[in-house]
């Protein structure tokens, strides 16, 4: 069964030559337990007075997406059951 979630990856930030505008793209994906969609992010930010980034345009591109029919097939694990109980994996 698919969980909720949000990725972004190959985030890519031009900053102008004036230093005060940018434009940004990536790439995002979401889970939900009936299904997942893609696409990606495209937008254009500004250099406020106050030292704040902020979009001026932001597009939210849905590419590709499905649903299915699921079936759970098991519990989530409680901690006490995790092999890490509940740690990150590295540096054990």
């Known amino acids: 069964m698919i969980a909720g979630g949000h990725n972004a990856t190959n985030v890519a930030i031009s900053v102008g030559d004036d230093a005060t505008t940018a434009s ?3 790439y995002f994906t979401t ?3 009936v299904g997942i969609q893609g696409g990606r992010y495209e937008g254009t930010l ?7 980034w902020r979009f001026d345009t932001l597009a939210i591109i ?3 997406g499905w649903t299915a029919d699921v079936q759970k097939v098991s519990d989530p694990v409680s901690v006490d059951q995790s092999k890490f109980a509940g740690k990150p994996a590295t540096g054990l």
């Not at 500004?46 to 704040?52: F, H, K, M, Q, S």
């Open 31 to 33: 889970t939900r337990p």
């Open 24 to 26: 940004l793209t990536a």
């Open 46 to 52: 500004r250099l406020d007075p106050d030292g704040a």
């Open 62 to 64: 849905s590419a590709w």
